[in-house]
C-alpha cells in the first residue's frame, strides 16, 4: 500500500501562488506514476497534473501556470501553482497508481488540502 500525505494548501489572492506538496509512504518504490486532482464544490473531481517516468502531463486549464515535481529520493510529489485564478479553487488531492494497468481510479489517494483563491 502507499499512504499519501497532502499539504501547502490556503488562502491566496488571485495572481498569486501556491506550492502543494503531497509525502508519499509505504510500497513508494511500486509508483509508476503521481497526480494531482482537484474537486471544486458542486463538481466533479478533474484531472491536473501527472508524472509518469520523464512524461508531465497537464489539463489544458493549467498550462503554462502549474509545474509538477517529484523528488523519489524523499518520496514527494510537489505542485507548484502560480498565476492563480477564483477557478483554481478547490480541493487538491494527491494520488497515485502502482500497476502501469490500473487507473486513478484504482489507486492510492490522499485526503486533499483546500486552496482557495479570492480577494
Known amino acids: 500500500q502507499v499512504q499519501l500525505v497532502e499539504s501547502g494548501g490556503g488562502l491566496v489572492q488571485p495572481g498569486g501562488s501556491l506550492r502543494l506538496s503531497c509525502a508519499a509512504s509505504?510500497?513508494?518504490?511500486?509508483?509508476?506514476?503521481m497526480g494531482w486532482f482537484r474537486q471544486a464544490p458542486g463538481k466533479q473531481r478533474e484531472f491536473v497534473a501527472a508524472?509518469?517516468?520523464?512524461?508531465?502531463n497537464y489539463a489544458d486549464s493549467v498550462k503554462g501556470r502549474f509545474t509538477i515535481s517529484r523528488d523519489n529520493a524523499k518520496s514527494m510529489v510537489y505542485l507548484q501553482m502560480n498565476s492563480l485564478k477564483p477557478e483554481d479553487t478547490a480541493v487538491y488531492y494527491c494520488?497515485?497508481?502502482?500497476?502501469?494497468?490500473?487507473?486513478?481510479?484504482?489507486?492510492?489517494w490522499g485526503q486533499g488540502t483546500q486552496v482557495t483563491v479570492s480577494s
Open positions: 508524472t509518469r517516468g520523464f512524461t508531465k
Open positions: 509505504g510500497r513508494t518504490s511500486s509508483t509508476v506514476a
Open positions: 494520488a497515485a497508481i502502482v500497476s502501469e494497468r490500473s487507473s486513478w481510479d484504482q489507486g492510492y
